[in-house]
């Protein structure tokens, strides 16, 4: 059964700069697609960034530039560096794991960041 949990969110000031990490359990990582997500108050949860097994990746318009997702496949590790943050990248991150091929889906609980202005 594959969990996982994520770790690395807080509060910080407009400009600075936040880690997140999520580590997975079981075997398939190194298969999987894995994204992070985030949704706001009142918002719909957005893709804010995805690398795919072979380390092709993508970023919203919004967090390009800012934002870098890499992965550590002998961790079994994803993580999301943030940087020149913005009270607008306020939300709860997600990260998600997806092997299409297998209709494998699943979520972290999420981790709070909050960027005062």
């Known amino acids: 059964q594959v969990q996982l949990v994520e770790s690395g969110g807080g509060l910080v000031q407009t400009g600075g700069s936040l880690r997140l990490s999520c580590a997975a359990s079981?075997?398939?990582?190194?298969?999987?697609?894995m994204n992070w997500y985030r949704q706001a108050p009142g918002k719909e949860r957005e893709l804010v960034a995805s690398i795919t097994r072979g380390g092709t990746t993508n970023y919203a318009n919004s967090v390009k530039g800012r934002f870098t997702i890499s992965r550590d496949n002998a961790r079994s590790t994803v993580y999301l560096q943030m940087n020149s943050l913005k009270p607008e990248d306020t939300g709860v991150y997600y990260c998600?794991?997806?092997?299409?091929?297998?209709?494998?889906?699943?979520w972290g609980r999420g981790t709070q960041v909050t960027v005062s202005s």
């Open positions: 998600n794991l997806e092997v299409r091929e297998a209709s494998i889906v699943r």
């Open positions: 079981g075997s398939i990582f190194s298969i999987a697609a």
